[in-house]
T-cell receptor, first 110, second 117 residues
């Protein structure tokens, strides 16, 4: 099956700074790469996703980039705010098989 | 109107007991899943069901058995509970898509926190 690695495991940034989370995957057949945000005690929720036919996607302060050749993808959050503090998960897969990274705990310091 | 609902929200039980967690989705999705999230927050897939057929079973002990009476429901039954089963269990669903489009994202339920004492 797919193996997804995610770094860093924890990340602290000052409010207003940018945050970057990186993931690598092993299966070249993977064609779908979603990112989920999980606040404390709540369910993971999709924040952005990208498919393999696209190299970059942006939604307001959030952007995701994909490098299929190198098998890595990244989440970029600009102008971070305290409410961005949460655990972020990347995932990779095809069809209805999704494999998650190990999560990044992001803390935005006011 | 909750899209993916699971019950109970909290479940505290003793070792050796048998318990079930129920999940229902009203999104009309084709595939449903169970994920286990341990104390380190790792999200690990346990099962997925597509049109009532099991399509993934990721090295899960056979004490765990998914049961899907219909496309909208995927229940998780656990026999002979062990301390290591303590975790948050998330149900999820997704809509199958065409090969060139791919599936819809996962929609998660609110989770069931299982504590085995």
């Amino acid at each position: 099956g797919e193996n997804v690695e995610q770094h860093p495991s924890t990340l602290s940034v000052q409010e207003g700074d940018s945050a970057v989370i990186k993931c690598t995957y092993s299966d070249s057949a993977s064609n779908y790469f979603p990112w989920y945000k999980q606040e404390l005690g709540k369910r993971p929720q999709l924040i952005i996703d990208i498919r393999s036919n696209v190299g970059e996607k942006k939604d307001q302060r959030i952007a995701v980039t994909l490098n299929k050749t190198a098998k890595h993808f990244s989440l970029h959050i600009t102008e971070t705010q305290p409410e961005d503090s949460a655990v972020y998960f990347c995932a990779a897969g095809t069809g209805n098989q999704f494999y998650f990274g190990t999560g990044t705990s992001l803390t935005v310091i006011p | 109107d909750t899209a993916v609902s699971q019950t109970p929200k909290y479940l505290v039980t003793q070792m050796g007991n048998d318990k079930s967690i129920k999940c229902e989705q009203n999104l009309g999705h084709d595939t449903m899943y169970w994920y286990k999230q341990d104390s380190k927050k790792f999200l690990k897939i346990m099962f997925s069901y597509n049109n009532k057929e099991l399509i993934i079973n990721e090295t899960v002990p056979n004490r765990f058995s998914p049961k899907s009476p219909d496309k909208a429901h995927l229940n998780l039954h656990i026999n002979s509970l062990e301390l290591g089963d303590s975790a948050v269990y998330f149900c999820a669903s997704s809509q199958d898509g065409a090969a060139d489009v791919g599936n819809s994202p996962l929609h998660f339920g609110n989770g069931t926190r299982l504590t085995v004492t």
